[in-house]
């Protein structure tokens, strides 16, 4: 991606949670009108925009959004439509870098709780179908991949417990970084006590605390190619490294059950584009959509060896600073509160995601704001995946590297 | 409303558990593929039909699921995970059935790794007016109440002039209630009429070692088809792969027939069973007659509750042929009467029946008429009988009956077996039936005797051939183990009326 690469000039979000009395086009107006405003694009300067949602066929029975979008912006320009929000920035990245557009508007919404009592049974619709008719719930994969890495890596006794621990302490160190985030979802403490209670209860080893929410919300920014970036806006975020993988829908059908394969590899060719590697990033939002894939991404992106991301975890969260110490280095994750506490109205998800490393980055996460060392932080990566596991979407993001 | 054509394709798949296997480098996939992905081109044409019907996997993981989507949720919690065949070659997900919570608690440490079974089940609830999904996805341990068995096809030894019994097979799931004197079956909640009509088949393909694709006819015989259009019969030809399949429409060369006269559906197709593998022209080397039943009974305190102390479940199946009996089929007579003793009116969910009436008038004098009528024929004494099975749909009335023909308690009591499973409804006298022939000794003359509401009677002779004792080692899955089991579960009379009402 050297030499063009697009630019983030705006973003904005709506708050994640249920907003039972407001319509899809009110949460879409409101983050679409944030991002605009930020970056000082007007309507009239988009060239295309792209729109992810998952559901939004199923829960407000709108089966073209771009049409839908069309309408609420009375604009008639190339629209397309995907599932994440990091597909979204992808195929806009794409557009930009090719020199179709200039300015593209990204936005991604999901109205969930307007399905409250059949949205477990539309989120099967993000695995395979054997998987349910055979009886699998949003769930259980999680269940699955845990057991068959405790399995892998011998982990049992003592170590065990410290493994629970340390994904509860995932839940608990996210509740807290979502306190001082306005947008989320939930911002109240939670304990490790309480993470535990609710796996016992359930008889499993993932609990209510576990699992990101069922949540509503809009997210969205402002793409640009970098000539038009510099017009419009001081300090631009770019878009270093951005690339994404496919895996087999069937869970028990891949070759590995015991992490992402397809984040591994999107990582790996997301890094390529850029002059950085691993170690060099220092914020990383990744999809917990259950503590244990917070985990898991650590491992798949390369920041944990195998099997140790949990140890690390246990380690850096006995009194957790604000962040992870993974080999010497500082990792902060999931500085808004991750999916756990943050929420996760799936297309909108990623946007949040981008959102909250580009206001780091730019210095205008306020009290959430990360320093490394003393410094602003220089590099952020977002991982957003699209079922479970079966597609993976990286994003490396980052203040000028010219 | 669930979609038809997509059903028809995931039951011709998930019922059976289809797939394919690479010739070249031996790949496996669950589901059918037509190329190799690691061959890639070349393996065009060369790929293998296989299944894992007969299969024993292996529950790598597995998790508890306390709440299930809303289609599963009437299920319960079960157990879920991923289970692997032919050591890790092929891996399938999969749901854990005839599982129920005991006081709320539950260890699944201990599932993982256990060796597990599928088996044919419904796959979730569905509306009264819908198709029913099925599914072989489920499983059970291996070294649980249902034994993994292979299904060996054998050659046959030797042809016979009098056709016969060349195998059978009885179904009665794990479940029971205890009641005073009687211990009767009931399915878990993802079974029914069809599932055990299909366990069954299965069970004497396995016994008898018939080539599945040799069978030219299906008959099943059941009051309790969850549907009132669409056979029974056409999934267990399905499932059980009966007569030749043509490979590209998925259609089986089989004549199949679901059959209803209340208790004797079955019963009455023996002679039919029996006379097709004899006649010439047909080209009909074997016959499958399946009884099954998920009785039917209303609540206690409703009209009709009376049956519901009596109620089991539970299927049989009987081959017929002609090569490698172990039962000849000597004679038979049938008679019928136009007598409402017992009946259940469209859409009525629960059969009525007449009380005293049931008695006298109905069951004992069909059932004397019919054996009676028979011994004449074949001018046999009762001391020329080895054993003698009557329809049972209670303790007092088969005994009643015997001695009243003048049978002694070593004559009719093995093959007594309500007392076990409850009225299996069609299965019934077929258990009776399957009961001793797990015990006959060669040269044994047996008399059955069904009996249906409605009503009649079919009364048989049956000679046992040298074949019997060699056949019975290939059966694991006998009345005994079924009777005598130290995993059968019982449950109190809130579940049976929960579990017998299904998905």
């Not at chain 1, 878009?239 to 059950?257: I, K, M």
């Not at chain 1, 195998?306 to 110490?325: M, P, T, V």
């Not at chain 2, 008038?361 to 001391?383: D, I």
């Not at chain 2, 009243?404 to 299996?424: C, H, I, R, S, W």
Request: glycine letters at 10%; proline letters at 4%; one cysteine or more.
């Amino acid at each position: 991606m050297k030499g063009q690469r697009p630019a983030i000039i705006g973003v904005g979000r709506t708050k994640f949670g249920e907003h039972y009395e407001r319509g899809p086009e009110k949460l879409v107006e409101e983050a679409g009108l944030q991002a605009l405003g930020l970056a000082g694009v007007e309507r009239k300067d988009l060239d295309a925009c792209y729109f992810s949602d998952y559901f939004l066929q199923i829960t407000n029975k709108i089966g073209i959004e771009e049409g839908f979008l069309s309408e609420l912006l009375e604009l008639h320009v190339p629209m397309e439509k995907v599932r994440s929000f990091s597909s979204a920035l992808l195929n806009a990245c794409h557009a930009v870098q090719s020199g179709k557009y200039g300015v593209v508007l990204v936005g991604g919404m999901e109205k969930m709780t307007d399905r409250w009592d059949k949205i477990r049974d539309d989120l099967m619709l993000l695995e395979d179908p054997w998987s349910y008719y055979a009886g699998c719930t949003p769930e259980a994969n999680h269940e699955l991949l845990l057991s068959g890495y405790v399995k892998k890596y011998g982990i049992s006794g003592e170590q065990l417990e410290k493994f629970n621990v340390a994904l509860a302490q995932i839940a608990v160190k996210n509740h807290y970084h979502a306190i001082e985030n306005e947008y989320a979802q939930y911002q109240r403490d939670i304990t490790v006590d309480k993470v535990l209670k609710e796996r016992s209860k359930a008889c499993k080893s993932l609990g209510l605390y576990d699992f990101a929410p069922i949540s509503d919300g809009a997210s969205a920014l402002i793409l640009a190619s970098p000539e038009i970036a510099k017009n419009y806006s001081d300090n631009p975020i770019q878009v270093l490294g951005s690339s994404s993988a496919t895996d087999y829908v069937t869970f028990p059908s891949r070759e590995d059950r015991t992490g992402f394969v397809a984040s591994t590899m999107a990582m790996k060719s997301a890094l390529k584009m850029t002059d950085i590697e691993v170690g060099d990033i220092q914020i990383a939002e990744l999809y917990d959509q259950s503590t244990l894939l917070e985990m898991i991404s650590l491992e798949d992106l390369g920041f944990s060896k195998r099997g140790k991301a949990w140890l690390d975890i246990y380690n850096s969260c006995k009194e957790y600073q604000g962040f992870y110490e993974i080999d010497g280095k500082k990792l902060f994750v999931n500085m808004n509160g991750g999916l756990k506490a943050d929420g996760n109205p799936l297309g909108a998800t990623g946007g949040a995601q981008i959102f909250e490393v580009v206001k780091q980055l730019r210095g205008e996460a306020g009290k959430r704001q990360v320093k490394v060392d003393g410094d602003m932080p220089k590099f952020g990566v977002i991982s957003e995946l699209e079922g479970f596991g079966t597609k993976a979407y990286v994003h490396i993001l980052g203040e000028g590297l010219t | 409303m669930s979609s038809e054509p997509i059903e028809r394709r995931v039951s011709y798949i998930g019922d059976r558990l289809r797939g394919s296997q690479c010739t070249l480098c031996g790949k496996e996939y669950f589901r059918g593929k037509d190329y190799c992905g690691k061959c890639g081109r070349k393996s065009f044409g060369k790929m293998k039909d296989i299944d894992f019907f007969y299969e024993k996997g292996k529950l790598e993981v597995c998790t508890f699921v306390g709440e299930p989507t809303n289609k599963f949720t009437k299920l319960g919690p079960y157990a879920y995970g991923i289970v692997s065949f032919h050591n890790g070659k092929v891996r399938v997900p999969g749901r854990l059935t005839d599982f129920l919570l005991k006081n709320g608690e539950l260890d699944i440490s201990c599932f993982e790794d256990k060796e597990v079974v599928p088996r044919f089940r419904r796959r979730y609830a569905v509306a009264r007016s819908d198709v029913v999904p099925t599914i072989s996805l489920a499983f059970t341990f291996a070294d649980d109440y249902y034994p993994h068995q292979e299904y060996e096809i054998l050659k046959p030894k030797k042809e016979y002039e009098t056709p016969g019994i060349v195998g059978y097979g009885v179904y009665v799931s794990k479940f029971r209630i205890k009641e005073g004197m009687m211990e009767r079956s009931v399915p878990f909640i993802d079974e029914d009429a069809v599932t055990a009509a299909v366990e069954a088949g299965k069970t004497a393909l396995i016994h008898s070692g018939v080539d599945h694709s040799l069978i030219g006819k299906v008959y099943v015989g059941s009051e309790s088809n969850p549907y009132a259009v669409k056979p029974i019969a056409s999934k267990v030809a399905q499932v059980l792969k009966l007569g030749m399949e043509e490979k590209t429409d998925g259609i089986q060369s089989v004549d199949a027939i679901d059959t209803e006269f209340a208790c004797k559906a079955a019963t009455s197709m023996f002679k039919d069973a029996a006379s097709l593998v004899y006649y010439p022209r047909a080209h009909i080397p074997f016959t499958m007659t399946v009884g099954t039943d998920n009785s039917q009974a209303a609540p206690r305190d409703e009209l009709g509750g009376e049956l519901d102390l009596f109620v089991g479940y539970g299927g049989s199946a009987f081959i017929f042929g002609m090569q490698d009996v172990i039962a000849e089929l000597e004679g038979w007579y049938s008679c019928t009467s136009d007598t409402p003793d017992f009946w259940r009116r469209d859409r009525e969910p629960y059969p009525r029946h007449g009380g005293r009436f049931t008695g006298e008038p109905a069951y004992f004098k069909h059932v004397m008429k019919a054996c009676r009528s028979l011994m004449e024929q074949l001018k046999l004494q009762v001391s020329d009988v080895n054993y003698f099975i009557s329809h049972q749909p209670n303790i007092g009335f088969p005994v009643r009956v015997a001695q009243e023909l003048g049978f002694k308690e070593d004559q009719y009591m093995p093959g007594l077996q309500v007392a076990k499973f409850g009225n299996t409804y069609s299965g019934s006298s077929p258990i009776g039936l399957a009961a001793v022939l797990d015990r006959a000794k060669p040269n044994e003359r047996i008399i059955i005797v069904s009996y249906g509401s409605g009503a009649g009677s079919d009364a048989y002779s049956l000679l046992t051939t040298s074949q019997i004792k060699e056949k019975r080692q290939r059966q694991k899955f006998t009345i005994k183990h079924q009777i005598e089991n130290e995993h059968l579960e019982y449950v109190d009379y809130t579940t049976y009326r929960r579990l017998k009402h299904g998905l």
